[in-house]
């Protein structure tokens, strides 16, 4: 079982840069492939950003490719999505995901993390 908290979301003008952290609970983090995915208001769940369970493989959805990163810190239990050149079109909340394995996928993970707001501005 895995708990997963977020945070460091908020209003930042379009442009500007956030960066979001999860906080897992747990003594066997290092055995997750982590993920993050958004929802905007009347659209569907997607997916953001995965990272394996070594934190040396990574993807990204096309339209955040080149701005956002995706990073973790075994040490602390924490998964990082830093996100730069924000455009109003990133707004949504934002969910912190885990899959037990090694690998990320754009689907599939059985543990989610309550979300955090990102509203970008004009």
């Known amino acids: 079982q895995v708990q997963l908290v977020e945070s460091g979301g908020g209003l930042v003008q379009a442009g500007g840069s956030l960066r979001l952290s999860c906080a897992a609970s747990?003594?066997?983090?290092?055995?997750?492939?982590m993920g993050w995915f958004r929802q905007a208001p009347g659209k569907e769940r997607e997916f953001v950003a995965g990272?394996?369970?070594?934190?040396?493989?990574?993807g990204y959805a096309d339209s955040v490719k080149g701005r956002f990163t995706i990073s973790r810190d075994s040490a602390k239990n924490t998964v990082y999505l830093q996100m730069i050149s924000l455009k109003p079109e990133d707004t949504a909340v934002y969910y912190c995901?885990?899959?037990?394995?090694?690998?990320?996928?754009?689907?599939?993970?059985?543990?989610w993390g309550q979300g955090t707001q990102v509203t970008v501005s004009l």
């Open positions: 995901t885990a899959r037990y394995g090694s690998r990320w996928y754009t689907s599939g993970y059985a543990y």
């Open positions: 747990g003594r066997t983090f290092s055995k997750y492939a």
């Open positions: 990272i394996n369970w070594s934190g040396g493989d990574t």
